[in-house]
């Protein structure tokens, strides 16, 4: 039997929108990244991006179990000495609703130019309204 190897401009792509409303960020996340990587298609490989592309809607309303919401720290580093930034997931929501999804997703991709591309495929937006219903998304239940 031989391997199917699909270019990657030739992959058939597909729309998937994702409500977060309610949800767990991990699920959503673990969720995304498996339809970015294109691990439910038959001609998944991992060294070639035939994902998806995921919308996830009402990303401010996914929530966090226990009392992550308080506790919660994100933090990176400037380059420069004593540069480490933290900010909590409250003020992290209160300011960029999208990012602890998106923060999320991309830990669970891969590390490098691959992953990159990879994150390029998945658009994230606060409220309900996104401007990609031209490509009629498919709706996901996580």
Excluded: C
């Excluded at 998945?122 to 498919?138: F, L």
């Amino acid at each position: 039997m031989k391997t199917l190897f699909v270019k990657e401009h030739e992959a058939p792509r597909s729309w998937f929108v994702i409500d977060a409303q309610d949800k767990p960020i991990g699920r959503i996340a673990a969720k995304a990244a498996s339809m970015l990587r294109g691990k439910h298609k038959v001609t998944y490989a991992p060294n070639q991006e035939t994902g998806d592309y995921i919308v996830i809607i009402n990303a401010e309303k996914a929530v966090l179990s226990g009392t992550k919401t308080e506790d919660k720290m994100y933090r990176h580093h400037t380059g420069f000495v004593g540069g480490l930034r933290s900010v909590s997931y409250a003020k992290l929501l209160e300011r960029h609703p999208s990012d602890p999804i998106l923060l999320a997703i991309k830990g669970m991709l891969p590390k490098g130019p691959l992953g990159r591309k990879m994150l390029t495929n998945v658009k994230v937006y606060a409220g309900t309204d996104h401007p990609h219903a031209a490509q009629n998304p498919q709706a996901v239940e996580v």
